[in-house]
């Protein structure tokens, strides 16, 4: 062990004092050997014994991450080599220009990186003779009793985030909602898991930068420990070989939900130019009717609502190439085109669904069939993608979403991911992945009746768990009702075209409904913005309530909703979270019984009152 030490550090000074940072500019700094790897800001703190690391945030312990990977030696202390400086733009996400600052330490094939919002590490094996990649035994203590939130296993990483104690608690669906069981069943959960492991003091799950040759990862617990397990991946290698990043974000319930160490950790863009790259608000074809995109006429109604609501896209989902009314796919494009829509049309992935699945199917699949669809696209005018119906997690999918993604974007597409896995970053290196599904979402009052009373709370904890990591397309804002009623509010669901963040932001519900609305909310929506510069978290209890504000150039969007069945007063204290200029004018959006209560103001009022399953939305006007 000691020789090894010698050799690793031996490496590192080779390496020099002229560290580079992973992504920027050249800096200085001697590499060290320490007993422990600490945050900038000194509150993280990391210690190795053995094979476990210990993590503390505050002095307080915070977890235990057993190590361990075949062909991999650790050294008993870490290795300090170099800072690590992120300072990069997206063109989606929570904001648009992204910094962090931490270190980079060794600890032999254990790379680690820590920041003042968490941390990350991953293992580095190099010099494979043509081998599978060898097996991983990461695995991360949650002990009994400790408060979580956590996803049960499904490959579209669709279900709910119940709040648990125990890794016995099953979410057991029922007619109408959901009950935790003790039947103790569940082996296998899904990321992000959020998890409380001191009082107001919390751990967020994840992993980051899934590139080729790799799978992604899932949790199996065995009693307390829970195993990060990759998905099936036969490649074989020769030469070097890393895992993704391991990835727990630390800290205060603010600090995890304005936190980008995803993307952070994540290569940046190779596209030189992109222009062409706009996101934006959306008509989406689908909910209402609870089926595909086949009818002329409807896909008329969508176009006329986005043009009628100033909406840059229309979405033309599933079975577009059986067009009724005599008309074809290339009719509708023309249509959208001649009222100034542009439009996005659906693929089937055809890994997944095939058989008795929506088409189009099998026309993505090969490289030159792939190239010849995507030109076609191009050349019609249609503006981005949406593929659906995956596999899970298994390092084909994650090549194959890849592979999707170099070719959209040399033909100028947008893309769309349904059906798929989280995302792990790919944001930041293909900047024209707009959105990923990934979440139980509205789509889910079609499917079942437990939505229905499951929503309101469910949407009170993804801000805390799913959308954290990522854009998520949720389809938002429904008004009216699909298959199954829903008992959220108005304001509520117009508060989670602001709480929820996604590139491509799908409006789900039908057009009668969205051109009945006040002129007052119709305007709210054509001047929605689907990326921020900013966001803050204000407050929030998980799953009960949440207050979180979004900037966009001088204007802000504050959404708040309530979780619980129970009316509420809440207290909006703005001032203490974010700089406000001179205020032109607020306009407030809230629930008056069954009717619209839309105010103004010349500044910000201090309370809402937020009835059942209710919200507010507030427009911040500034000089």
């Known amino acids: 062990m000691i020789k090894y030490l010698g050799i690793a550090l031996m490496s590192v000074l080779s390496f020099g004092i002229n560290a580079k940072t992973n992504h920027t500019n050249h800096v200085t700094q001697v590499s060290q050997i320490t007993n422990q790897a600490i945050s900038p800001d000194g509150k993280i703190k990391v210690s190795v014994e053995g094979h476990s690391l210990k993590v503390s945030y505050c002095k307080r312990h915070m977890m235990d991450i057993q190590i361990g990977m075949d062909k991999a030696e650790f050294t008993p202390s870490f290795v300090a080599t170099k800072p690590i400086v992120e300072d990069y733009k997206m063109l989606t996400g929570k904001k648009s220009h992204c910094t962090n600052q931490g270190t980079e330490y060794q600890l032999g094939n254990l790379q680690l990186r820590l920041f003042n919002d968490g941390l990350a590490f991953r293992y580095v094996i190099n010099g494979l003779q043509n081998e599978k990649v060898p097996k991983e035994y990461t695995s991360y203590r949650i002990p009994e009793g400790m408060k979580r939130w956590m996803m049960e296993w499904t490959d579209a990483y669709e279900s709910l985030y119940p709040e648990m104690t125990s890794h016995k608690m099953k979410p057991k669906r029922l007619f109408q909602g959901i009950e935790l069981t003790t039947d103790g069943n569940v082996k296998r959960w899904g990321y992000p898991a959020l998890l409380e492991p001191q009082k107001d003091c919390y751990v967020l799950i994840s992993e980051a930068n899934i590139e080729r040759n790799q799978s992604a990862s899932c949790l199996y617990n065995e ?35 304005e936190s980008t160490l995803i993307t952070d950790l994540s290569e940046p863009s190779k596209i030189k130019d992109t222009s062409w790259i706009n996101p ?10 609870n089926h595909g995109s086949n009818d002329y006429a409807i896909i008329q109604k969508y176009v006329d609502m986005a043009k009628a609501l100033q909406l840059p ?35 089937n992935s055809s890994v997944g669904w095939t058989n008795g699945a929506p088409t189009p199917l099998f026309r993505l699949n090969k490289p030159e069939d792939r190239e010849k669809e995507f030109a076609w696209c191009e050349k019609l005018g249609i503006a981005g993608v949406k593929i659906d119906f995956f596999s899970g997690d298994n390092q084909m999918n994650m090549e194959y979403c890849i592979d999707l993604l170099e070719c959209a974007a040399r033909h100028h597409l947008l893309v769309n991911f349904h059906g798929a896995t989280i995302p792990r970053g790919w944001q930041r290196t293909y900047p024209n992945l707009m959105s990923t599904e990934a979440v139980y979402g509205a789509e889910w009052y079609n499917n079942v009746p437990t939505f229905t009373h499951e929503a309101a709370c469910h949407n009170a904890t993804l801000p805390f768990t799913r959308n ?35 590139g491509l932001q799908h409006l789900a519900d039908k057009p009668e409904s969205y051109l009945t609305q006040p002129q007052e909310v119709q305007s709210f929506l054509s001047q929605l913005p689907s990326t921020w510069d900013e966001t803050k978290l204000i407050k929030g209890d998980i799953g009960k309530n ?5 900037r966009k ?15 509420c007063i809440v207290k909006c204290c703005l001032n203490q979270k974010i700089k406000l200029s001179s205020i032109q004018e607020v306009t407030v959006f ?14 910000i009022p ?15 006007q500034q000089g």
Not at 546 to 550: C, E, Q, T
Not at 606 to 618: A, D, I, L, R, Y
């Open 553 to 567: 150039g001088k204007t802000w969007f504050v959404a708040g909703i309530n979780g619980t069945d129970q009316n």
């Open 280 to 289: 934006g608000v959306v008509s989406w074809i689908y909910w209402a009717y």
């Open 313 to 347: 896209y229309v979405l033309i989902d599933a079975e577009w190439d059986q067009m009724k009314n005599g008309k074809t796919i290339e009719d509708a494009i023309r249509y959208a085109h001649e009222k100034g829509v542009k439009p996005m049309i659906w693929y």
């Open 468 to 502: 954290i990591i990522g854009s998520m397309d949720y389809t938002p804002c429904a008004f009216s009702n699909s298959q199954h009623p829903h008992i959220t509010t108005n304001a509520h669901e117009l508060a989670l075209t602001v709480l929820f963040e996604s």
């Open 546 to 550: 949440v207050i979180i504000a979004r």
């Open 223 to 257: 009693g307390e420990q829970f195993k990060v397990t990759p998905a099936e991946n036969d490649v074989k290698i020769h030469g070097n070989w890393h895992t993704p990043w391991r990835v727990l974000m630390i800290g205060k319930k603010e600090k995890l939900v």
């Open 606 to 620: 201090s309370t809402f009152h937020e009835w059942p399953n209710g919200g507010f939305v507030m427009v911040i």
């Open 590 to 603: 809230e629930d008056n019984s069954k009717e619209w209560k839309i105010s103004k103001y010349k500044k």
